[in-house]
């Protein structure tokens, strides 16, 4: 297969296995290239792309920006900060007036769920989605997954337990589809508050004690508690959250296995991971973050090659 199934990357919900293989192959051909002295290629100077944030975001923001300059892309970047979104402006004028100036790709973050695809109902462009209200971030997926299969040799049969705040979180979301696809095995751990109701019904298990879900577990993917989305409180007390859902090193000796630390940023250092845990040799937050750009190179070139030139 070279050719992925789908013309835009709204979620992993719409790929298959064959696609996540065929985007990690081509990532670790990209992974190849930033590591060179000259880490750009020439691939995608014939493409225009649009960064479109309606959200805060570094890393995402960044990794995007730095995979399209290394395929040598066009790129524009939109803050909706610093937009005429302040004006009143709505999205789908804001992206027909970008597509207007000859841009081909649109990847976008935006905080309501389904904007991405709304979008891509709506103008002819190519959307990645770079992450939609607390619905899907596939690239971060993608990113996540990759990061475990370079670190353990393969993603298939491994147990891998995600902590905290499920809810509000695009991040568990696209993980459990691309981990299921993938063939790991998957446990949720986080106060049952901040665990959505449905989501037994995706084939995941549940696991309330911390200590237990670690013992299971070989990797654990720590997820921030997104205060921002919260209208009400959902358990009494950040010290309560940290005391039966926080990692530290002590409760991490206290298992009896080298356990692999994931967390896809940004930390509350001293809320769901302590200092000690998150730059342990048992963490790959930073190789997680490096990986984040051999996987969006893949995906932009994937979905370049369909525009017919
Ligand atoms: N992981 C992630 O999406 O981080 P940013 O919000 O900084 O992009």
Redesign the pocket.
């Known amino acids: 297969m070279t050719q992925l199934s789908v013309t835009n990357l709204l979620g992993i919900k719409h790929l298959n296995k064959d696609d996540i293989t065929l985007i990690f192959k081509t990532a670790d051909h990209f992974k190849e290239v930033i590591n060179r002295p000259i880490k750009k290629v020439p691939s995608l100077r014939d493409i225009t792309i649009a960064n479109l944030f309606f959200e805060?975001?570094?890393?995402?923001?960044l990794s995007f920006e730095l995979a399209e300059k290394r395929l040598s892309a066009d790129i524009i970047n939109f803050s909706a900060a610093q937009s005429s979104v302040k004006k009143g402006e709505s999205l789908i004028d804001t992206v027909n007036n970008i597509l207007s100036m000859k841009v081909d790709i649109i990847v976008i973050r935006h905080p309501n769920e389904g904007a991405s695809d709304f979008l891509s109902r709506h103008i002819n462009a190519k959307i990645i989605n770079a992450?939609d209200g607390a619905h899907e971030?596939p690239t971060?997926a993608l990113l996540d997954s990759y990061s475990i299969r370079e670190k353990l040799g393969s993603v298939k049969g491994k147990k891998v337990v995600i902590i905290g705040d499920i809810l509000h979180s695009r991040?568990a979301l696209s993980n459990i589809y691309t981990l299921q696809l993938l063939g790991a095995k998957i446990k949720l751990c986080g106060p049952t508050t901040l665990i959505p109701k449905h989501i037994t019904k995706l084939g995941v298990g549940y696991e309330n004690n911390l200590t237990k879900a670690l013992e299971w577990c070989d990797v654990a993917n720590v997820l921030r508690v997104q205060h921002e989305r919260m209208d009400i409180k959902y358990f009494p007390s950040i010290r309560e959250y940290t005391q039966l859902f926080g990692i530290n090193k002590e409760l991490l000796n206290s298992i009896n296995k080298d356990i692999v630390i994931m967390h896809?940023?940004?930390i509350n250092r001293g809320v769901e991971i302590t200092s000690d845990v998150a730059d342990s040799k048992q963490s790959i937050i930073l190789n997680q973050v490096e990986n984040g750009v051999a996987i969006r190179m893949a995906v932009i070139y994937l979905l370049a090659q369909q525009i017919k030139r």
């Open positions: 805060n975001s570094t890393r995402t923001k992450g971030h971060q991040v896809p940023g940004p």
